[in-house]
Nanobody, 119 residues
């Protein structure tokens, strides 16, 4: 059974920091690209950050200088360090695993963790 379990969300003041974690089990973690998405109330889910199985990272433009995605293949965990948080970062943050196996694409999602940034 594949599980992605996010943690680390919470309430923080504007300008503060949070570190999200996503613990993954049931897949060969090191083979998957890992993504963090977020969804604010009334808005579509959007991609925040990506780290490939080779460690290449990519970010949405608005997060490039404030967020850092990393992974620990030994611990099957992906992280999102978020600094200088703004009220507009308030959203549910989802972890996503994206990979291919035997010619077929597989995607898995966590249940999400709430991040609330107060002004």
């Amino acid at each position: 059974q594949v599980q992605l379990v996010e943690s680390g969300g919470g309430l923080v003041q504007s300008g503060g920091s949070l570190r999200l974690s996503c613990a993954v089990s049931g897949i060969t973690f090191s083979r998957y690209t890992m993504n963090w998405y977020r969804q604010a109330p009334g808005k579509q889910r959007e991609l925040v950050a990506t780290i490939t199985n080779g460690g290449i990272t990519n970010y949405a433009d608005s997060e490039k200088s404030r967020f850092t995605i990393s992974r620990d293949n030994a611990e099957n965990t992906v992280y999102l360090q978020m600094n200088i948080l703004k009220p507009e970062d308030t959203a549910v943050y989802f972890c996503n695993a994206d990979g291919w196996r035997v010619g077929r694409r597989y995607q898995y999602w966590g249940q999400g963790t709430q991040v609330t940034v107060s002004s």
